[in-house]
């Protein structure tokens, strides 16, 4: 029996990933960079035994569908490709954060797998390695393994596209991100689904893809002149364009709700008042709002008078990767 646990972050893109030029190994059309955070986070621990006869996946005390093991059962084979084992496994994972509602449980959920099993079956991956191989289960999982400030980088092929740490003198820690959660329900249009039908049939899209790069290099020019106003301009602008294209999808769908907007709106006007934030939103209705950790006092005094309480999340820059557990029995 081999076993091994870990515990992942989850990361929240400030410039996005939309779009996967390889789908099998799900390498993006574009570079992203993103912030690990605190607040949420995923805890995963694996066991490979000889006595099992079919892998097993468990998600918060609940054994998951033929569905959603055979994703996890697809990853755990590259593992044991790896590893050289032909054991099946059975997957505990916990999910501090809703599943599936825009608030990155993949990227937590994957990385903290990959850290697993690398215990587990003592494969002795290096961060880079661990990065390459989480992306395999989600492609944003590979930004999961660093903390702060990470940019994945897309690269060409599977040992090129990986994820790196971006240094900054610890400035993120310096900074904050409020989570508005409008709705922790799963969402209709999933992030793969989304994103490969925006990719194949939106008017926008290479609109899209011709500007990432600058936006890119704008974000990493503030954070290596910690500049904050200017990283949450491009943020929040790369966010906006990215949900742009859903529009120009055919059908055309949206992750906004009539919240959403509401949210996006309050945050304008509390900058408008001198206080500087920035809203980001991913594959979902919820909005996370960037700011300096001094502003996070006004900020939530205004927001409450909008949103209650127990919607309201403050995250703060996050650790990468962090191993819990590791145990072999022969």
Known sequence: MYKGKARAYTNIALIKYWGKENKELIIPMNN?????????????????SKDYL?????????????????????????????????LFATVESHNFVPTAAGLASSASGLAALA?????????????????????RGSGSACRSIFG???????????????AVPILSDHWEEELAMIFILI????????????MERTVETSAFYDGWLS?????????KAAIADKNFQALGAVAEANALKMHGTTLAANPPFTYWSPDSLKAMNLVRHIRQTGVPCYFTMDAGPNVKVLCQKSEVPAIMATLETQFSKDRLTCAYSGPGLTILETEVNK
């Not at 709705?183 to 989304?194: L, M, N, P, T």
């Open 32 to 48: 992203s960079l993103s912030l690990t955070l605190d607040a949420f986070y995923t805890e995963t621990m694996v066991t490979f």
């Open 54 to 86: 079919a892998d097993s996946f468990y998600l918060d005390g609940q054994q998951q569908d033929e569905k959603a093991t055979k994703k996890v059962s697809r990853f755990l084979d590259l593992v044991r490709q790896k590893a050289n084992c032909s």
């Open 115 to 135: 850290g697993a099993c690398n215990e587990a079956l003592t494969l002795d991956l290096s961060p880079s390695a661990l990065s390459r191989l989480a992306r």
């Open 148 to 162: 702060g400030f990470v940019e994945w980088e897309k690269g060409s092929d599977d040992a090129s596209s990986q």
């Open 183 to 194: 709705d922790d329900q799963q969402k209709e249009v999933s992030s793969r689904d989304g």
């Open 211 to 219: 500007s990432v790069n600058d936006d890119l290099k704008e974000a």
